[in-house]
């Protein structure tokens, strides 16, 4: 029975790896919030999250046809607007994303996709590094859509729209709701 489910096990192998092709991105945009009132520090100046920039980086493993899988990290800059001054800060994003593509592996240059997945927010005080320690680290979701275009036999370019939805950080006074983020970004890639 043992050499039955090993040699049915070994059969597989190429099924299963023949569709993987592993992708690497580099890319930026913009990073716009809503409901940006993370609280208050003194019962009476509100602090706001402001619009920012930001830089991406994932890697990918499309392991069918049309499925994808997808780790990143997003360093993101922001300010805390607290009475009209502006204090910069960061926030580190990381998690994975599922992607499901409108056409399969190798058919085409340009291929369309959808994505969700799970991540995790690190909230840096402003002044301060996500090593300096104090950061406040917040879970949550996100979905979006993008494509990706093959411009040459390796290389690709990329342009993605997504929607975060994370935990307010800090555990200050007067927090409600979540924190919404809608990132534009492309980004350039190998695509092996």
Not at 30 to 48: Q, V
Request: aromatic share 16%.
């Amino acid at each position: 029975m043992r050499k039955v489910l090993t040699l049915s096990a070994l059969w597989m192998i190429p099924v299963v790896c023949h569709a993987q092709a592993f992708e690497a991105w580099i890319g930026g945009g913009a990073s716009h919030l809503t409901n940006t009132d993370i609280g208050t520090i003194d019962g009476i100046n509100r602090i706001n999250l402001q619009n920012g920039w930001r830089l991406n980086f994932a890697l990918g493993l499309n392991t069918w046809r049309y499925f994808g899988h997808e780790i990143f990290y997003s360093y993101n800059r922001t300010d805390w607007q607290i009475s009209g001054t502006s204090y910069g800060s960061a926030v580190h994003e990381g998690g994975y994303n599922f992607l499901a593509y409108a056409i399969p592996e190798g058919k085409a240059r340009i291929r369309p996709f959808a994505t969700g997945g799970v991540e995790f927010g690190n909230f840096a005080y402003p002044g301060y590094s996500a090593t300096s320690g104090g950061g406040s680290t917040e879970f949550g979701f996100n979905y979006g859509a993008g494509i990706k275009i093959r411009i040459a036999e390796i290389i690709g370019i990329r342009f993605d729209y997504r929607r975060h939805n994370l935990g307010k950080p800090f555990g200050f006074p007067d927090q409600s709701g979540r924190l919404g983020q809608n990132e534009y970004s492309v980004g350039i890639g190998v695509m092996l």
